[in-house]
């Protein structure tokens, strides 16, 4: 049993930035793919990027178009996701998860999900 816990989430002014974190409760074993999810009103839940714990290796979805980075911190157990150039289409409520698939973008093969943070870009 994997728990995630994500904070970071606010409101931003359009251009502004944010860095979510997702903390886990252990170190997630070498071959876990943590993610970062989204999901605005109305809309399906959205991969946004995800890294793989023990190489380090990183995906992007293509709305994150080198605006987004996701990091991790071993020390810490800790996931980041650094929002940058902000808009109102962000808007959303994101999610950090594991998964042990290699289907990375799929949020279906996702095993545990945090609570998710809310991120809203209003001026």
């Known amino acids: 049993q994997v728990q995630l816990v994500e904070s970071g989430g606010g409101l931003v002014q359009p251009g502004g930035s944010l860095r979510l974190s997702c903390a886990t409760s252990?170190?997630?074993?070498?071959?876990?793919?943590m993610g970062w999810f989204r999901q605005g009103p109305g809309q399906e839940r959205e991969f946004v990027a995800a890294?793989?714990?023990?190489?380090?290796?990183?995906y992007y979805a293509d709305s994150a178009g080198g605006r987004f980075t996701i990091s991790r911190d071993s020390a810490k157990n800790t996931v980041y996701l650094q929002m940058n150039s902000l808009n109102p289409e962000d808007t959303a409520v994101y999610y950090c998860a594991v998964t042990t698939s290699w289907r990375r973008r799929d949020p279906a093969r996702y095993d545990w999900w945090g609570q998710g943070t809310q991120v809203t870009v209003s001026s």
């Open positions: 890294i793989i714990w023990g190489g380090g290796s990183t």
């Open positions: 252990g170190r997630p074993f070498s071959d876990y793919t």
